[in-house]
């Protein structure tokens, strides 16, 4: 088999050189309130996670991401954050957290929780003073409070907006506003005040005493405004992330930002072995987004570009290619993401014609994306063998193993994500992605959510076929290509010292696909056509196939349409 030149020769160090686990690692993400309730009041908890490590260990991942269990009104779904030193009771105590933490271990699993140092819950201990105290006072300078603009201070103080609709802006009554970037239960931190960096050293040294192998990071590019008197205007408020590549916007991605991470970085190194941590950084300058991976600062950063891709051979190419480029630049490894708790699923996105902007979903008029469930599917698949197929940190959020479709049948009432309300019931927001897992085919349990058949948010009837029991005794089913994927990457796709791949020579790849050759001589190819197959030569032994369908065994040559397969030669 014919095999083109290496287009990038440049090396990482990897998880076998350094002890950094994460660097070729599956992650998988656990949003808490939707993976799996044991007390039986419809939230999901920590004690319920526990219940399910087996699941995980068979999956074969190496760490799971918490998002937040920390106490919280559940403004924004625990991204509101009331004691960050604290276990939410719906989710469960501290002893059952240090309990999670051991028994994680134990299966070999290394646990990740989120950080989220760009704002806290109106109810934290910090806010409530700061409400009570005067302007100018202490409490008042660990958020952002800024007088109004206008004779009467009637105006507020810049055209900044709020991430979930409005102005960033909440008047206090007295003539004075206080910033908040996401919902107005969730204040803005003053990160130019040394108190909050304390604060969070001290946070986040807790965590690491408590024996958690890493952290993320939420809306890291955004702690650093500039808030130098009198605060500017943004040039176009509506956009939510840099309009330039030079860190000038006054809220977003600015340079200062860094000097937090290199801190941080400090005190994670502290720990044996040291801690690892991922960004979230929305901005759309990759080099400023691999920034924060700086071996001084994070060390890896969230690139959300293949989650954001079309389905289509050009842009998935380019978007790993762009991937891997920076983050070999970077001197980190690349990630890769097909969904999280804040975007669609994207075993619905990849259904959608081209052209549709499936989270600018819009329904006050009541249109609804029109979508190819098949094909969202099919492509769902190819793209999990992509994504698990490169090497760098894989990132899987929970259902998405199960091939789960987004939930499109939530009514008005039932939303409960902040943008529904601050959007003015414009966009649906995130819920869709949020409905609690389906585990059997039992709707009595909430499809074995909850004993009790409670759910926070309802479950369709045909969340059962998606039930994770029933697809483990489905051999072709999702979840057992995942389990497959995942073994077989551990030998196959972890690159050892040299994490150099080779693109597959266009010839064999057709018009429509794509692929490469790793270091362990496993092949990848992905082949975007939606009518042809794609013929391997004989020599070659078939490894895995996305589409290992009726129609598609796994012992042919063909590389179906829409599929990925994985093969060696001979
Ligand atoms: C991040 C989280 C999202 C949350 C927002 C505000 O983007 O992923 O869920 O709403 O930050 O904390």
Not at 53 to 65: E, P
Not at 259 to 280: H, M, S
Not at 371 to 377: E, G, V, Y
Not at 441 to 454: H, L, M, N, Q
């Amino acid at each position: 088999m014919s095999v083109s030149s290496p287009v990038e020769t440049t090396s990482f160090v990897t998880a076998e050189s350094t002890g950094d686990w994460w660097r070729d690692a599956v992650v998988y993400q656990i949003y808490p309130r939707s993976f799996a309730d044991a007390n039986g009041d419809g939230e999901g908890d920590l004690a319920g996670v526990i219940g399910k490590l087996d699941y995980l260990r068979k999956l074969g991942v190496d760490a799971i991401w918490l998002s937040p269990f920390y106490p919280s009104p559940l403004a924004d779904g625990g991204y509101d954050v009331a004691d960050y030193r604290a276990v939410d009771p719906r989710f469960g105590t501290m002893a059952q957290f240090d309990e999670l933490v051991a028994h994680a271990h134990d299966a070999g699993i290394n646990i990740i929780i989120d950080i989220v140092p760009n704002h806290t819950s109106d109810q934290h201990e910090w806010f409530q003073k700061a409400l009570q105290a005067a302007p100018g006072s202490p409490e008042r300078t660990r958020y952002v409070f800024q007088r109004g603009k206008g004779e009467h201070a009637e105006l507020p103080p810049t055209n900044w907006l709020s991430n979930f609709g409005g102005s960033a802006w909440q008047p206090c009554g007295d003539g004075w506003y206080y910033l908040h970037t996401f919902a107005k239960e969730q204040p803005d931190l003053n990160w130019d005040n040394p108190e909050v960096r304390e604060e969070f050293l001290d946070i986040l040294r807790f965590w690491c005493d408590k024996g958690v192998d890493g952290f993320r990071i939420d809306v890291s590019h955004g702690l650093a405004k500039d808030l130098r008197e009198p605060l500017r205007d943004r040039p176009d408020p509506t956009k939510m992330y840099p309009q330039a590549a030079d860190g000038s916007d006054p809220m977003w991605d600015r340079d200062a930002v860094h000097d937090i991470y290199r801190g941080w970085r400090e005190l994670f190194n502290e720990c044996q072995p040291a801690k690892y941590a991922v960004g979230e950084s929305w901005t759309p300058f990759s080099d400023r987004v691999f920034q924060y991976a700086r071996q001084d600062e994070l060390g890896a950063i969230f690139d959300f570009s293949l989650e954001k891709a079309v389905w289509n051979r050009d842009e998935y190419r380019h978007t790993v290619e762009r991937t891997r480029r920076y983050a070999i630049e970077a001197g980190t490894a690349p990630t890769w993401v097909l969904g999280n708790h804040d975007v669609p699923r994207i075993a619905s996105r990849l259904g959608v014609p081209s052209g549709t902007d499936i989270e600018a979903w819009v329904t006050s008029d009541g249109t609804e994306p029109v979508i190819d469930p098949a094909a969202a599917a099919r492509r769902a698949r190819a793209a999990a063998l992509i994504m698990l197929g490169l090497p760098g940190t894989a990132f899987v959020y929970q259902g998405e193993e199960l091939g789960l479709p987004e939930d499109f049948d939530l009514r008005p009432e039932e939303l409960q994500d902040p943008i529904w309300e601050r959007g003015r019931h414009t966009f649906k927001g995130r819920d869709g992605c949020r409905v609690p897992l389906p585990w059997t085919g039992d709707r009595e349990t909430a499809y074995g959510f909850s004993g009790s058949g409670k759910s926070w948010l309802p479950q369709p009837a045909w969340f059962a076929d998606y039930a994770a029991c029933l697809q483990s005794d489905d051999v072709n089913s999702s979840l057992n290509m995942y389990r497959k994927a995942i073994d077989l990457r551990r030998c196959m796709v972890r690159c050892g010292d040299d994490a150099a791949l080779e693109w597959l020579d266009p010839d064999l790849c057709g018009d429509d696909g794509f692929g490469w050759k790793l270091p362990s001589g496993m092949m990848v190819l992905a082949n975007f056509s939606a009518v042809h197959a794609l013929t391997l030569p004989s020599e070659v032994k078939m490894l895995l196939c996305s589409r290992a369908d009726d129609d598609h065994n796994a012992d042919s040559h063909q590389v179906p349409p829409e599929s990925t397969v994985w093969y060696i030669c001979r």
